[in-house]
């Protein structure tokens, strides 16, 4: 009896052993994954850091293409589009104004009544429409028929409390964001279709010709005083309310910003210069690109693997189209270098875009004690369970490095704009500076408030606190709407009939 309990007991004992230095095994295999996995992170946290002088470099860069672009067509990548908007409004305009903002899959047709007296809006109203499939692929004239009959259904909704006067034309801001070659206030050729749309006959027409025609179609008396993209409306609308706004800068889902420049130091401009002395400039700064921008291999494989690699590279690192992508990269790579999330790799995981920015900002956002939100959002969209809360904090920390950068990026690049306007610095005589204000649009900006309140507060970091003090940041929502229709105001036919 003695022998068997022995040897049991050396059974027993050498199955401990066994069992134990499993345990160990597993153990040192799970810490070495975690090594690998916060290696990929301080890796990460380098490669994307912005110290201030970094951020200057970009400011100074951005200045330097701004004028580059201004000098000739081509000359840089920032297209400094001339927008042949001249005369932002005041205030003061009066009047019934229409808009039509044609940007994707759906369009909208708004109308204001403006009272004047400092930037009074009576009354607004407007509805928004569907486009079927089968027109964004068909021929111009079937699209802009169906444009112009809602437009024409809308105006006939007109109530009492929007007037006409007499004998006037009603007057349209139309808001096209497409890529377009402006040729006037009121004219422009597509270059090209973008969205999912894709028409015969259109690319290098008047875009404004091919609407007004589907309007006289209508039998609508209406004119198409002001062609503008949602930027520039974002500017108008800020200066209606504010006569401060000198630039506009739009975070959502894509990016852009627009100034006020004087005509004079536009050397590609070649008309007369005109009477306010004052040009609106479209910088199409998404396509901004330098040496100093903080890139890494995300940034290199999701601009390969893009539909336009090469292009829009400052976009790509700042807006909400592919902030929430960028992270699903880096996590992917933990997944499959450190076994992040055990030791499959999470199919959905691999699927371009399934990650949002939206979804993104949730879990950044999250301020509960166990990450709920995070760990509701990794198993609901990439299908990924019972994740620790180590694992959860650390993507937590993946989303903090990816928005800071994008949102001290853009801080750089509103840095780069005001320093060409003058405004970077404060007054070297000791004088008290002009209040200055950025009307911001876009959804990125409006709702992810780490992003926003990091970009402002870099912003007042590379500014100084002097000159900070006249820099306002302000949201000026649906500039694609409104500041259309304040456009179609302020460059309206009958302007100098009032003034004379």
């Known amino acids: 009896m003695g022998k068997v309990a022995v040897g049991a007991a050396v059974v027993f004992a050498a199955a401990a052993c066994a069992v134990a230095a499993l345990v160990v095994r597993h153990r040192m295999r799970s810490s070495g994954r ?72 759906n369009f909208r047709v708004l109308r204001v009544q403006l009272g004047g007296k400092g930037g009074n809006v009576l009354k607004q109203e407007f509805e928004e429409v569907s ?94 005083t002001a062609l503008v993209n949602d930027t520039i409306g974002t500017l108008a609308g800020g200066r209606y309310y504010d006569n401060d706004v000198a630039a506009a800068v739009i975070l959502g889902t894509g990016t852009n910003a627009a100034y006020v420049e004087h005509a004079q130091a536009i050397p590609k401009w070649h008309g007369l210069l005109p009477k306010s002395g004052k040009m609106v400039i479209n910088m199409e700064w998404g396509n901004f690109r330098s040496s100093h921008l903080p890139i890494t291999e995300y940034d ?58 939206p979804d993104m900002s949730a879990m950044h956002h999250d301020t509960s004690s166990d990450l709920r939100v995070v760990g509701t959002k990794l198993k609901d969209i990439l299908g990924i369970s019972n994740t620790s809360l180590k ?38 005589d000791g004088s008290d500076m002009q209040r200055r204000v950025i009307a911001m649009d876009g959804g990125l900006y409006e709702h992810y408030t780490i992003f926003s309140s990091c970009l402002e507060t870099t912003l007042r970091e590379l500014l100084g606190e002097e000159a900070a003090a006249s820099i306002v940041i302000k949201l000026a929502s649906d500039g694609s709407g409104i500041g259309a229709a304040l456009l179609a105001a302020s460059h309206s036919q009958y302007l100098e009939l009032e003034e004379s």
């Open 34 to 105: 975690w090594a690998r996995a916060m290696a990929i992170l301080k890796e990460l946290e380098g490669k994307c850091a912005t110290p201030i002088g970094k951020l200057r470099q970009v400011a100074d860069a951005m200045t330097v293409e701004m004028l580059a672009g201004l000098a000739s067509e081509g000359g840089s990548k920032l297209k400094m589009l001339i927008s042949y908007v001249d005369n932002l409004p005041t205030g003061d305009e009066t009047g019934l104004f229409y808009a039509l903002d044609l940007g994707g899959t």
């Open 131 to 224: 486009i079927p499939p089968n027109l964004m692929v068909g021929s111009s004239s079937e699209l802009f028929d169906f444009i112009a009959a809602a437009l024409a259904k809308f105006v006939a909704s007109e109530g009492e409390e929007f007037h006409l006067p007499v004998g006037r034309q009603r007057e349209l801001g139309f808001t096209f964001s497409f890529p377009v070659k402006q040729t006037s206030i009121s004219s422009g050729t597509l270059i090209k279709w973008t969205k999912g749309f894709a028409i015969n006959g259109t690319v290098g027409e008047d875009v404004v010709a091919e609407l007004t025609k589907a309007i006289e179609r209508q039998d609508l008396d209406m004119r198409v």
């Open 300 to 357: 290199q494989a999701l601009d390969a693997e893009s539909l336009n690699p090469g292009e829009q590279i400052f976009e790509k690192l700042i807006s909400g189209m592919y902030l929430g992508e960028i992270v699903r990269r880096v996590l992917l790579k933990m997944a499959e270098e450190a076994a992040l999330f055990g030791d499959s790799i999470p199919p959905k995981l691999g699927v371009q875009f399934i990650l949002r920015t």
């Open 391 to 428: 694992t959860r904090k650390l993507v937590v920390n993946v989303c903090d490095i990816i928005a800071k950068r994008g949102a001290r990026l853009a801080a750089a690049g509103i840095l780069g704009v005001l320093k060409k306007q003058g405004h970077d610095a404060a007054a070297r």
